[in-house]
């Protein structure tokens, strides 16, 4: 990252951001954020989430002269919303922007010794806690340099409408009815949001859309109880052998689709070009398996370009204590992660076809009730230039630039629903540990995001595209 000077009011601006991260202010108000037990999964913190916009989002965006309401999130499954509007002059470009403030399960009894999910503790370049990373310190940030650009300019020089939900890590149930329902109330001309990871640590990224998502149980359910193996052994159909050959059917020995409506045609050479030459995994990560997946795609192909299926668990008797008995059921938890080009309408139907063909009528397909859809902007539209140009500008060095990640968000909301541009800044890393025990935020990452939104948002107040 280049030294930050004073020698315009940009630089000016970015040297105030710079100020409150050497202050320590980022670290103490990322604390009083990760304080907040925001658990989504959990239902007896269902309290939390409320009391998170009322006491940490809504006072922040008030003292910017947003005007914020919270809502009832249309689904009751589902916790509140807050929608925060700062009109400047309604000609002037508007910014959506968004942010979550749940978190997934602390796991508390999992985190290593010295460290507690709900307090921030610094070690080193970490500030580990939970939500420290997805996604506490990523709206903190964007917040923060909104801040500082109005503090420096006087006004934004555009106007920001902020969408901030506290439901994401249970799949956002009631986010797209409500955004649907208040079309014009979220109306804008981009959406400029933080989530997710950076490729490396040490280089910014950008994505602009995200892989869908479906999950569905394989289920052979054949009978009730276990019989004894030596006296119904050859006699009783064994469901774990038949789902073994449906999930085996589906992909080649080294994971190559076999059902021809899960392999898209999407991948061009416009996205191939985005696509090279893209890191993947680097340092302490797992090693990049060459001989798995798509034989002619690179790895950057085959994690943002193309579908993959996965087998996230799977069942038959008792695991942990077998006993000499063929089960009556069987039961795998399947997902496939699908780019853009890919029917979600078609998935299912046409597994369905394709385990008849083989012959595997007894295996029954229960679906999931959310489906994430595929979002991606083309790597081209005049909001990617721009943001390039300006991230360009600030660090000395390109980002990396995806057509999407390779994870879901609910993109579709913003893509779909509002027909928005849509360009992710994530403020984290790969290793971050979202999700697991030792989450944790990089200062360095966090130094670094500051200084490009403090940028990007000075950049946009004096000529938007």
Known sequence: MPAVDQGTPRDGARADAQAYFDSGRLKSDLAALVAFQTESQTPDQKPQLARYLHEAIEPRLGAMGFA??????????????????????????????????????????????????????????????RGAADNKVQHLINFKALETVLAARGSLGFNVKVIFEMSEEIGSPGLAGFISANKDLLAADVLIASDGPRLRPDRATMFMGARGGASFDLVVDLREGAHHSGNWGGLLADPAILLCHAIASITDARGQLRIPQWRPDSLTQTIRDALDGLPIVEGSFPPVDEDWGEETLTPAERAYGWNSFAVLAMTSGVPDAPVNAIS??????????????TDPEALLPALRDHLDAQGLQK?????????????????????????????????????????????????????????????????????????????????????????IMTGLFWDIGESAP
Not at 328 to 341: D, E, F, M, W
Request: aromatic letters at 6%.
């Open 68 to 129: 914020c309401q919270i809502h009832d999130n249309p689904d009751p499954s589902g916790g509140p919303l807050l929608v925060g509007l700062r009109i400047e002059e309604p000609s002037l470009p508007t910014v959506l922007t968004y942010g979550h403030g749940d978190v997934t399960r602390a796991q508390t009894d999992q985190w290593r010794e010295g460290l507690t999910p709900f307090e921030l503790t610094e070690d080193g370049d970490r500030l580990y806690g």
């Open 363 to 451: 295996v029954q397909i229960v679906p999931h009730a959310e489906i994430f859809p595929a979002t991606r902007l083309d790597p081209t539209h005049p909001w990617v230039t721009y943001v390039k140009t300006s991230i360009t500008q600030t660090t000395g060095m390109a980002p990396h630039v995806l057509p999407n990640l390779a994870g879901s968000l609910p993109n579709e909301c913003f893509a779909d629903i509002l027909g928005l541009p849509t360009v992710w800044i994530p403020h984290s890393y790969l290793g971050c540990n979202q999700h697991a025990p030792n989450e944790h935020a990089l200062q360095s990452v966090c130094q670094s995001g500051l200084q």
């Open 328 to 341: 009556g059921k069987a039961r795998a938890t399947c997902q496939l992660r699908y780019v853009v080009g």
